[in-house]
């Protein structure tokens, strides 16, 4: 069973307690923010469960890497809070299920990840993506899965990620250019807080444009 890596000694020497005072959607002073996170840790009742947007900042804000986004998560699923409608979180678990629907170009070491969204396909041509043109994966099986923190469902997470990073493994992927700023996250954070190896190594779109437009600077 995965377990978060988070460390309720880290929460309890902060005085600051950034995860939640510089929340962009809960307002909450240093003390109040303290007692709130508090009982998130103990697992008791806060509207902080409710009030959350899923934002994601909080794990940006915390300075010590302690994942208070996926502990949230963690508790909205426990206490059944569900951050999106029922029918909507049921809808998209049972379309992003595996189903041996992939589908593959000609994959090489050096891979776009196209997701579970074939229209990121567009975001991957012309010149800057000529190492790439050919070489992505695309469907449940290569799917990043981070849509469920905004889902309240970490177990599907949890239940689906290790193999899907072993999918893309198995394809002798050794860079994963990520057009999709979640899959970047996904295997860059979330995999990690829950001590799953990745095995290759991760580009941001945007780091992957950077490189390249360096690359042919004399070409702009
Ligand atoms: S999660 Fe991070 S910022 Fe929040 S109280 Fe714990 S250590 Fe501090
Ligand atoms: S993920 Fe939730 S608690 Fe964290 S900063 Fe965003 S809205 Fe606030």
Request: with cysteine.
């Amino acid at each position: 069973m995965l377990e978060l890596k988070f460390d309720k000694k880290k929460c309890a020497d902060c005085k600051a307690v950034s995860c939640l005072v510089k929340c962009q959607y809960i307002d909450l002073n240093k003390t109040e923010a303290k007692k709130e996170w508090q009982k998130v840790i103990n697992g008791e009742d806060s509207f902080v469960l409710d009030a959350c947007t899923t934002c994601y900042a909080c794990e940006e804000y915390c300075p010590f890497g302690n994942h208070p986004f996926y502990l949230i998560v963690e508790r909205q699923e426990e206490k059944n809070v569900l951050a999106a409608p029922r029918a909507l979180i049921k809808q998209w678990v049972n379309m992003c299920a595996p189903s041996g629907k992939f589908m593959l170009g000609d994959v090489k070491e050096k891979t776009a990840s196209l997701c579970f969204m074939p229209r990121l396909g567009s975001l991957a041509q012309g010149k800057l993506f000529e190492d790439v043109a050919t070489s992505w994966i695309l469907g449940a099986e290569f799917f990043c899965n981070a849509v469920y923190l905004h889902f309240s469902r970490m177990s599907v997470i949890k239940e689906r990620l290790p193999k899907v990073i072993e999918n893309i493994s198995k394809q002798g992927t050794k860079e994963l250019i990520c057009l999709h700023d979640e899959c970047y996250a996904t295997y860059n954070s979330l995999a990690p807080a829950y001590g799953i190896d990745v095995p290759f190594k991760t580009i941001h779109y945007m780091e992957h444009l950077y490189q390249k437009l360096k690359e042919n600077k004399s070409g702009i």
